[in-house]
């Protein structure tokens, strides 16, 4: 039996993501990720015109006369959302902490797939996979996605993101677009997002707070570090630090700028207490851009 005050959480989040969808994100979440797939249809013989790289040697020497591949456009696109539900994203300086706003995006994504007649499926990880719904389609299933957020108890801490890229390795054969949503506080994971990359249309949704790029002069704080527990006592008045602390976290978004970038996986930043519409709209207006050349 679901509890009727998760009930009326999935109807506010339907409610709220449906209105985007329909007055935005409908049409450009289409164009952004049409043809992304092609299926092998038929072997014909080569005419005037055609993709020289097209051509079927095999056949061509079986024939005598040159033939080539021809392929259509995968209507039924899988989306996979890989959402993070470490301690770390639980975070947040202001009434919206990092795990509303990614139960909010991964929301609006799962509506623009059923919306689209596409397939979507949800991996929830900390430093494991914790739960796997497999892709399907129907509102009824995007739902469940959505109460599935919701109602989650996270088992672990730590963040792994070799550890999901590995299972998605395992679960996905076939082509998918991939929503790595996570703020990436994790290391050793380069190899296993090659890999997924290479397979699958990977795009990186980092998720952010304010306070993550520069901290107040509040005087002396006690902060836990919520994956690993430790404690550490912070001099937030001295100008030194600050200085430190944003330099750090500036750095360690440009790593993570530079490796995405060098693996051409797309990336989109949302942060909270901010809305992410208008970058998302942007970043689907990209994609179709690109397509289209």
């Known amino acids: ?23 935005l994100l409908g049409g450009e979440y ?8 092609m299926e092998f249809e038929d072997v014909r013989e080569y005419v005037y015109g055609d993709e020289v790289r097209a051509i079927d040697w095999n056949v061509t020497a079986r024939a005598g006369t040159p033939h080539v591949k021809s392929f259509r456009e995968e209507r039924e696109l899988t989306v996979l959302l890989l959402v993070d539900v470490s301690s770390s994203e639980f975070f947040g300086s202001a009434e919206q902490g990092k795990n509303d706003l990614i139960v909010e995006f991964a929301a609006l994504v799962t509506l623009a797939a059923m919306r ?23 509102r009824r299933h995007g739902l469940r996605i959505i109460r599935d957020l919701l109602a989650h108890e996270p088992e672990g801490t730590g963040t792994s993101l070799s550890e999901v890229l590995s299972f998605v390795g395992k ?14 506080l994790a290391e050793g994971y380069e190899r296993d997002l ?3 990359k290479s397979r699958h249309d990977v795009i990186a949704v980092r998720v952010g707070d304010p306070r993550e790029a520069t901290i107040p002069d509040v005087g002396l704080v006690t902060l836990e570090d919520a994956e690993s527990g430790e404690t550490v006592v912070l001099d937030t008045a001295s100008d030194a630090f600050r200085s430190t602390y944003a330099v750090t976290g500036e750095a360690s978004r440009k790593r993570l700028d530079d490796l995405l970038k060098s693996l051409g996986v797309d990336e989109l930043s949302i942060t909270t207490g901010e809305d992410y519409v208008p970058e998302l709209s942007r970043f689907f207006r990209k994609r179709e851009k690109r397509a289209s050349r």
């Open 171 to 184: 679960v996905q054969r076939r082509r998918a677009v991939v929503f790595l949503v996570s703020d990436f």
């Open 1 to 23: 039996m679901i509890p009727p005050e998760l009930l009326r959480k999935v109807r506010r989040i339907e409610l709220r993501t449906a209105r985007l969808v329909d007055s």
């Open 30 to 37: 289409h164009s952004a990720f049409k043809g992304r797939g």
């Open 116 to 138: 689209n007649g596409d397939k979507a499926g949800l991996v929830l990880f900390s430093d494991r996979v914790e739960r796997y719904i497999p892709p399907k389609k129907g």
């Open 194 to 196: 090659a890999a997924a």
